[in-house]
């Protein structure tokens, strides 16, 4: 029998690796209950999700952005990559895929280091909330860099995210279309006078003006994961001391840090739910035609049968089998280069700026069994 869990239930909350990892060894596959949202298949095991994320059989639902809280002029710009599949997935990946290669990230760093010094410099004095004050408005100001939105217009954007980032209600349904007003200005401009940014890439594409100005909003949204990996990363290496020396006394550790804080406390604890277009079958489970399934990143990502010692964080830890933080197959994040560039220059320079930091209080996580984020982030320096 396939068992079920709760996802209101407190131990996914409070700790979603151990529940998710306790349900993981009973079965590779199982149901998730979401109060209001009914049921979910969930797939646990890596090699089960690995595959599961690369069937061609699984999609997104074709219904999936045709959103009723937002205005009817609005929903041609939800339909993102993530609500389309097959061909139509296929030709929008290899068009903007040129633009977010890890060269093109790597190229990028400059750009992040001075955004990221900016706003070290710009801390307040005394104790600090580094997720209010740093890890959330560094995401946006980075992408907001990438695209080319002015300074002057930058404010609004760090208002859609905070507000767009919820997903729902009145207030989503509210900043929603200035954000895709802002999106198809920032286009625009980009037509008139070309930059050395995203927009202008894209400009030299054949992408239609639906695709590019959707891209350009969806970013402000999809951008918001680097926030809580950052966040978590620097939790994690301040709660424990001895990764936190080893990368003080090498800084070159910094890329293994962030893939070990990728696999050991990503942001996203479960995939975007996909559709079965038929019957199949993962992990000796039968999923029936159009029935929602996603897979558990917490507990793939600490699979004994993969990462040996898995519930260690240890940024030594060779470099082997993927984790699956930025999923897998024909939906890995198109942005995967450009987060682990951000988040890597963030916690090196956070760490080279500030050698006695730690943490000035125990923190709290928000009771959302749908990210794994701090509610703040509060540390000495």
Same mark, same amino acid.
């Given at each position: 029998?396939?068992?079920?869990? $709760?996802?209101? @239930?407190?131990? =996914?909350?409070?700790?979603?690796?151990?529940?998710?990892?306790?349900?993981?060894?009973?079965?590779?596959?199982?149901?998730?209950?979401?109060?209001?949202?009914?049921?979910?298949?969930?797939?646990?095991?890596?090699?089960?999700?690995?595959?599961?994320?690369? @069937?061609?059989? !699984?999609? /997104?639902?074709?219904?999936?952005?045709?959103?009723? +809280?937002?205005?009817?002029?609005?929903?041609?710009?939800?339909?993102?990559?993530?609500?389309?599949?097959? $061909?139509? &997935?296929?030709?929008?990946?290899?068009?903007?895929?040129?633009? !977010?290669?890890?060269?093109?990230?790597? $190229?990028?760093?400059?750009?992040?280091?001075?955004?990221?010094?900016?706003?070290?410099?710009?801390?307040? $004095?005394?104790?600090? @909330?580094?997720?209010?004050?740093?890890?959330?408005?560094?995401?946006?100001?980075?992408?907001?860099?990438?695209?080319?939105?002015?300074?002057?217009?930058?404010?609004?954007?760090?208002?859609?995210?905070?507000?767009?980032?919820?997903?729902?209600? /009145?207030?989503?349904?509210?900043?929603?279309?200035?954000?895709?007003?802002?999106?198809?200005?920032?286009?625009?401009?980009?037509?008139?006078?070309?930059?050395?940014?995203? =927009?202008? +890439?894209?400009?030299?594409?054949?992408?239609?003006?639906? +695709?590019? =100005?959707?891209?350009?909003? &969806?970013?402000?949204?999809?951008?918001?994961?680097?926030?809580?990996?950052?966040?978590?990363?620097?939790?994690?290496?301040?709660?424990?001391?001895?990764?936190?020396?080893?990368?003080?006394?090498?800084?070159?550790?910094?890329?293994?840090?962030?893939?070990?804080?990728?696999?050991?406390?990503?942001?996203?604890?479960?995939?975007?739910?996909?559709?079965?277009?038929?019957?199949?079958?993962?992990?000796?489970?039968?999923?029936?035609?159009?029935?929602? =399934?996603?897979?558990?990143?917490?507990?793939?990502?600490?699979?004994?049968?993969?990462?040996? +010692?898995?519930?260690?964080?240890?940024?030594?830890?060779?470099?082997?089998?993927?984790?699956?933080?930025?999923?897998?197959?024909?939906?890995?994040?198109?942005?995967?280069?450009?987060?682990?560039?951000?988040?890597?220059?963030?916690?090196?320079?956070?760490?080279?700026?500030?050698?006695?930091?730690?943490?000035?209080?125990?923190?709290?996580?928000?009771?959302?069994?749908?990210?794994?984020? /701090?509610?703040?982030?509060?540390?000495?320096?």
């Amino acid at each position: 029998m396939v068992p079920e869990l $709760d996802l209101s @239930d407190p131990a =996914v909350l409070h700790d979603p690796f151990a529940t998710y990892g306790a349900l993981r060894e009973k079965s590779p596959v199982a149901r998730l209950l979401a109060p209001g949202f009914g049921s979910m298949w969930a797939v646990l095991r890596h090699a089960e999700a690995r595959e599961l994320l690369a @069937d061609p059989r !699984f999609g /997104p639902s074709s219904a999936s952005y045709l959103r009723p +809280d937002v205005p009817e002029h609005c929903r041609p710009y939800l339909r993102t990559m993530q609500e389309v599949g097959g $061909d139509e &997935h296929l030709r929008l990946r290899r068009t903007v895929a040129p633009a !977010f290669t890890p060269r093109r990230a790597e $190229d990028f760093r400059a750009r992040v280091a001075r955004i990221v010094d900016r706003l070290l410099d710009a801390l307040p $004095d005394g104790p600090v @909330d580094l997720l209010e004050h740093f890890a959330r408005p560094l995401p946006v100001e980075v992408i907001c860099e990438l695209v080319g939105v002015p300074g002057a217009d930058r404010p609004r954007w760090h208002s859609y995210a905070a507000t767009i980032a919820t997903g729902a209600g /009145p207030a989503f349904a509210e900043a929603l279309p200035s954000a895709i007003e802002d999106a198809k200005g920032t286009v625009a401009r980009a037509r008139v006078a070309p930059g050395d940014d995203l =927009v202008t +890439d894209l400009l030299r594409t054949d992408l239609s003006e639906v +695709d590019t =100005v959707t891209l350009v909003w &969806h970013l402000v949204l999809a951008g918001q994961t680097p926030a809580n990996l950052v966040a978590n990363a620097v939790e994690a290496l301040l709660t424990h001391p001895e990764q936190l020396a080893a990368v003080r006394a090498d800084p070159a550790l910094a890329p293994r840090a962030v893939e070990e804080a990728l696999r050991w406390c990503g942001p996203q604890p479960l995939t975007v739910p996909r559709f079965g277009t038929e019957d199949a079958e993962i992990g000796g489970v039968r999923i029936p035609e159009g029935e929602p =399934v996603t897979v558990v990143i917490a507990a793939a990502n600490r699979d004994p049968r993969v990462f040996p +010692d898995p519930d260690r964080f240890d940024i030594t830890r060779e470099p082997g089998a993927q984790h699956l933080s930025f999923a897998h197959g024909p939906h890995f994040c198109l942005g995967a280069s450009f987060a682990r560039v951000q988040t890597e220059v963030a916690i090196s320079a956070l760490l080279g700026r500030f050698p006695d930091l730690a943490l000035a209080d125990p923190v709290e996580r928000a009771p959302d069994p749908g990210t794994w984020r /701090p509610v703040a982030l509060p540390v000495r320096r």
